[in-house]
């Protein structure tokens, strides 16, 4: 027995050492050779494991004839951007990352995000995309993508689109549906489907100035703010019961394949289930509780370029002239059916009747706000909104509501 | 490790049976060893082995400039050379491979997390102070309004870049980071672009590659007026003029806005700050001391909420705990009797909660306990309308329940075990002496149970005052305290509320998380020492 004991801890010293000294050093081989290589060096990009197969054929391209191998790495969306900062300032980051465009604030603030170049070719992508890529004046995002929600019709319940939010009401229960509008909620809210409303009655969240989205000029208060809760409350739990907060976004798909609700506010991500489940999908824009339009938040998905990257060169070159061609543009799209960010590739996408309802929407969308103080919005933005869903007095809760964002963000 | 643990356990009841084949093995490899080379030229292979890895380690290591790590690594394989080859220091050869492993995966674990807690990591100090300094420079650039994009091939001389430029009217110039741009002659062209000129050598895109660093730092005067700007190519055939709206003083530690003056300097609080407290953001991480642990304690937005989540949480971790102990006690007991039939099956089915992921049960929990949808009220209850999830008090019930469904099937193992191990004849022995079945399970089984269960039970309260799964996945802390000035629910716990304090939005603070996580460790570690004190004199029955 002593030998053999022996023996195993002789093994277990040989797999400490593997493990762990060699696992501290491994990594940063790998990295080292990135730029110290005479010809070529190698690009890590880090995509969104679904849209690997996207990316490839560009990456291929750009190797054969840039000589610049590109290492394409699928990672979880989950953790993709997490791992991003805190990986980019060890020096064991990726060159590139697929990301979206709210992440920017974040990214800034750790300074891990370098600015990108895009050169005339600003002016071949959609202004929201272009306008959701710069923060604080400077491009930081070769865009491929945009995405907002809008409402899923079943065209054989309400063959015509509503004009306004009572006439979609009104247009369901013509048809016999007893709770003919779905949009997912939840016990904490879900302000980012809310926000077509809300900026029908004139209250966006933050005012712009001519670098973006102004931090210092809060709007939610505003009285547009206060109109838009008592809307919300009359339509709530002790109102016309249009917002449920036991909703959420499986239940919602569940009534809209079951044919018990006619209008779906949801984004492009759930065509797919609709569709499937045989119902015949139409696109509208969202149909807005006043005259004036709702605007829901446009997301812009894109590549970001590592601040901490040997190859910055290859990087920009790649990115502005490999991923932002039509072509690949067009893979992307058809990896994810949302709308391309690059107007020629979008107008080709736009051929199909669904996206050009997206489209359609997205003109009149606006970025999500990527500056940091959007994360003290959210935090009590969708409590709030529940809250007078559930009855709470609509006025004293969006009040409080203002004021506790104002003094969360003051006192960042 | 786990080998050496299995050949323990095999060992121990091995003393009465016939050994298992591996015991042959190891007795015949003990039978050589005594006086034989075998073994020792297998020492020497494995001793060998590590050797090679840690030289490996050493020569990339050293190509790192990781001189730290790299001196532990020496340190730790001489050490182990030591110790293996010397003819005494018996234990030590038994404890080594296992404190290596410990100061691995627990002691430096644990250490960093201390270290974290005295640092400001966290969004906006993310990296080293230059990376900050290079990051804000790279922001800082703009673009010249309304300026062309420029041609450019880049060119050497001698080891100095410079960049070849055709400007939108087909001019040439050339410049270095010295030499503003200034017009040149027979330069080479192709397609309108200039791509060589004499007494420069062009590079080749391989080369540009190579040589990133120096070109992204690459910044050609467009005259020796600075504020005409520089131009910069950042893909290596295009160039664009820039301006730089911050200026770096490395010797003052200074950065200067040049487009309102202000001077945000370094005082020393991981950023730049101008004289009004503004910060340019990122900055970097530095030493806080105890800053981390002050703002835990001190911070006025948790004054309130502080009171009830920790109550709560001693409530939820003490109920739990006891819930479970009992339900899986009463269950052992039941599934222990001989009277009972097919009792392997129902075992079988008592383990099923146990079996499947935490994380995932909490899920459907909280799907079927849905207000309007949800599978207990449609169903079960035929349609009535519990708040099962949204209100304060039944929310702190459900989350209990769950914790019970997910918990009893350990607690049924570990009382199912210490049960079986207590021997029949003590049992025998108080029936003959004419104790009640009640009293012989109160004054002598459960006294003997608690003594191999009762440390068990203070693991259990540890985990559960720390069971962040159940609650982020059930409730999420919910429903919302909406009085509250951080966004903290009447279910959370204490380690549920740091998360939210600590990660709220978009600012990950590692740092503070740290010094609560710590704070934390501090108040467990305590109850568990007072706990475990006071189980000593439950050994004393034995």
Known sequence: MRVNKKLFAAGAVAVVATLGLASCASGDADNGENGGSAEGGTLTVWVDAERVDAVQPAADAYSEEKGVEVEIVGKDVATIKDDFIQQVPTGEGPDITMGAHDWLGELSTNGVVAPLELGDSAGDYLDVAINAATYEGTVYMLPYAVENIAILRNADLVPEAATSFDDMIAKGQAAGLDKPFVVEQGAEGNPYHLYPFQTAFGAPVFGTNDEGYDPTDLQLGNEGGIEFANWLGSQGKNGAGNFNTDIDGDIAKQAFLDGTAAFWLTGPWNVGAAVDGGINVAIDTIPSPTGEPASPFAGVKGFFVSSESDNKVAANDFLVNYIGTEEVQLDLFEAGNILPALSSAAETASSDPIIEGFAAVGAEAVPMPAIPAMGSVWQYWGIAEASIINGEDPVATWEKLAADVQAAIDAK | ?542
């Open chain 2, 1 to 542: 490790m786990s080998s050496m643990i299995d050949e323990d356990v095999a060992a121990d009841p091995g003393a009465d049976r016939k050994p298992t084949k591996r015991q042959r093995q190891a007795a015949k490899i003990a039978d050589a060893a005594s006086g034989s080379m075998k073994a020792f030229v297998v020492k020497l292979v494995l001793m060998g082995l590590v050797d090679a890895i840690a030289l490996y380690a050493v020569f990339i290591l050293a190509l790192q400039r990781e001189w730290i790590v790299l001196g532990v690594i020496v340190a730790v394989t001489v050490f182990v050379n030591w110790i293996y080859f010397s003819r005494r220091r018996l234990p030590a050869k038994y404890l080594t491979p296992g404190i290596i492993f410990l100061s691995l995966f627990q002691v430096f674990v644990l250490l960093y997390t201390g270290y974290v807690a005295f640092t400001n990591y966290g969004t906006g100090h993310n990296g080293s102070k230059e990376q900050a300094v290079s990051s804000l420079m790279a922001a800082s650039l703009e673009r010249v309004p309304d300026s062309p994009t420029y041609q450019v091939t880049v060119v050497d001389q001698l080891g100095t870049l410079g960049l070849l430029v055709t400007d939108p009217d087909g001019d040439v110039q050339l410049g270095t980071m010295e030499q503003p741009l200034a017009e040149v002659d027979g330069a080479e062209i192709e397609n309108g672009k200039a791509v060589a000129v004499d007494g420069w050598t062009t590079l080749s895109f391989g080369e540009v590659i190579s040589r990133t660093d120096e070109i992204t730092e690459l910044a050609i005067p467009a005259s020796d007026d600075p504020n005409d700007g520089a131009l910069r190519t950042p893909d290596g055939s295009n160039g664009y003029l820039y301006t730089s709206n911050l200026e770096y003083d490395e010797a003052a530690g200074t950065m200067t806005d040049l487009s309102t003056g202000t001077v945000y300097t370094d005082i020393g609080t991981g950023a730049f700050v101008a004289e009004d407290g503004q910060e340019l953001r990122p900055g970097w991480q530095i030493v806080v001391g105890f800053d981390n642990f002050i703002r835990a304690v001190t911070d006025p937005r948790l004054a309130g909420p502080l009171v009830y989540v920790t109550l709560w949480t001693f409530a939820f971790a003490l109920i739990s705990v006891a819930s479970t102990f009992f339900l899986g006690l009463f269950l052992a007991i039941t599934f222990n009797d001989l009277r009972m039939r097919g009792r392997k099956a129902y075992r079988i089915a008592m383990i099923l909660p146990y079996a499947i992921p935490s994380f995932l049960s909490a899920l459907v929990w909280a799907g079927m306990m849905n207000q309007s949808f949800g599978f207990i009220n449609q169903v079960l209850l035929g349609g009535a309308s519990v708040p099962w999830l949204t209100d304060p008090f039944v929310a702190k019930i459900s989350v209990l329940i769950v914790n019970l469904w997910l918990g009893f099937p350990y607690m049924f193992l570990v009382c199912l075990g210490a049960l079986q191990s207590i021997p029949d004849d003590v049992q025998e022995a108080a029936t003959v002496d004419g104790a009640s079945s009640w009293n012989v399970f109160r004054l002598i089984k459960l006294p003997l149970l608690l003594v191999s269960v009762a440390p068990l039970l203070i693991a259990s309260f540890a985990f559960n005052f720390n069971n962040f799964n159940v609650i982020y996945m059930l409730t999420n802390g919910g429903p919302r305290d909406t009085g509250a000035p951080i966004p903290v629910g009447f279910t959370d716990i204490l380690i549920s509320m740091v998360y939210k304090v600590a990660f709220t939005g978009q600012t990950r603070d590692y740092g503070l998380a740290s010094a609560y996580s710590i704070i934390i460790f501090i108040v467990v570690a305590v109850i568990s020492i007072i706990a475990f004190r006071r189980t000593k004199s439950l050994e004393e029955i034995n």
